[in-house]
């Protein structure tokens, strides 16, 4: 009974997702990479400028987004004279997302396999959220390729396995296959200090991840980087990075992976993005930290001018 339910509201779901339709807004094309043993499909947006600069920006997704909500972002750097490269990482939106060991080590991999075979040797690299932790790891890995940096409201600044109990992946798959578009849309709303309707598409786009190749593989493959977020952390090795790195921090942001499993006392006690970005400074010699004032977790969507604006200020230094 109780799965005929979840069933029928994931079907729900799946409707809503369809009714409004989630077109990237660059043409996706794909890269074939073996992992395990085992062909795998990568998504990309690969954006040439009209008139280039000669640069090339990557920008990294978070844990609940793909390449869809970098769209704003694409269309403003490819005018400033950016090539822009878009990955959906294996796992995530249209690439595939297989049953394998997830780790940032892979990813960072399978990121400079599509770099090498789009034939850029440096580029500029901007990372959000889970995309953040990504982005430390594949600055370590190859700092040879990184011209630049950029974090914006990374998660991962602290190490969540130190006081978030573990939850074996079986049990997190089980939670997550409850997903409809409210509880979605629920906990998006935690992004954002107020919510707009025009957050809407970004709820539909992860629904409609969700359900590609199919709503239980997906999920599956969403379980597993669950467990890479929480077991393998970055934050002590953000000290070795070495390549110029701006920060941006929206200072409304609370974001805890795994807030749900720890009680309100301990969740005050984290999260505090305020401290958070001035401890990622001091660990980045050099680095510069910019703190917007009542924006939240994604200052790409819910700040979109101040975002630039300080985006463009470092790119252009």
Wanted: aromatic share 12%; hydrophobic share 40%.
């Amino acid at each position: 009974m109780i799965r005929n339910i979840f069933f029928l509201l994931s079907l729900i779901s799946v409707l809503q997702a369809s009714a409004q339709s989630v077109v990237y807004p660059y043409p996706v094309n794909k890269i074939q990479l073996i992992i395990e043993n085992e062909p795998v499909r990568m998504a990309y947006m690969d954006v040439q400028p009209e008139k280039s600069n000669q640069e090339t920006i990557v920008l990294l997704h978070g844990k609940n987004f793909n390449g869809f909500y970098w769209k704003d972002v694409v269309a403003f750097l490819s005018g400033q004279g950016y090539r822009v490269i878009v990955p959906d990482q294996v796992g995530w939106g249209q690439s595939d997302k297989p049953n394998i060991h997830y780790s940032f080590h892979l990813l960072a991999s399978n990121t400079k396999k599509l770099l090498d075979t789009l034939g850029v040797q440096k580029a500029l690299i901007l990372g959000h959220s889970m995309g953040g932790m990504l982005a430390a790891r594949f600055a370590l890995m190859y700092p040879q390729t990184v011209s630049r940096l950029i974090f914006e409201n990374p998660i991962g600044l602290e190490d969540y396995k130190t006081f978030v109990p573990y939850r074996s992946v079986e049990v997190q798959y089980k939670g997550e296959l409850k997903a409809t578009y409210e509880s979605l849309k629920s906990y998006q709303q935690s992004y954002y200090p107020v919510w707009k309707p025009e957050y809407e598409t970004y709820v539909t786009a992860q629904l409609a991840a969700l359900n590609y190749p199919d709503f239980e593989k997906a999920t599956w493959a969403s379980a597993l980087t669950y467990q890479m977020i929480y077991e393998q952390p970055v934050v002590y090795e953000f000290k070795n990075i070495s390549c110029p790195t701006l920060i941006i921090i929206g200072q409304e942001d609370r974001t805890v992976v795994g807030k749900n499993l720890i009680t309100k006392e301990i969740a005050a006690q984290h999260g505090n993005y305020p401290q958070l970005g001035k401890m990622l400074q001091q660990q980045i010699r050099g680095s510069k930290l910019v703190e917007l004032r009542g924006v939240g977790h994604i200052p790409h969507i819910q700040s979109p001018s101040a975002f630039k604006e300080v985006l463009l200020a470092f790119l252009k230094q």
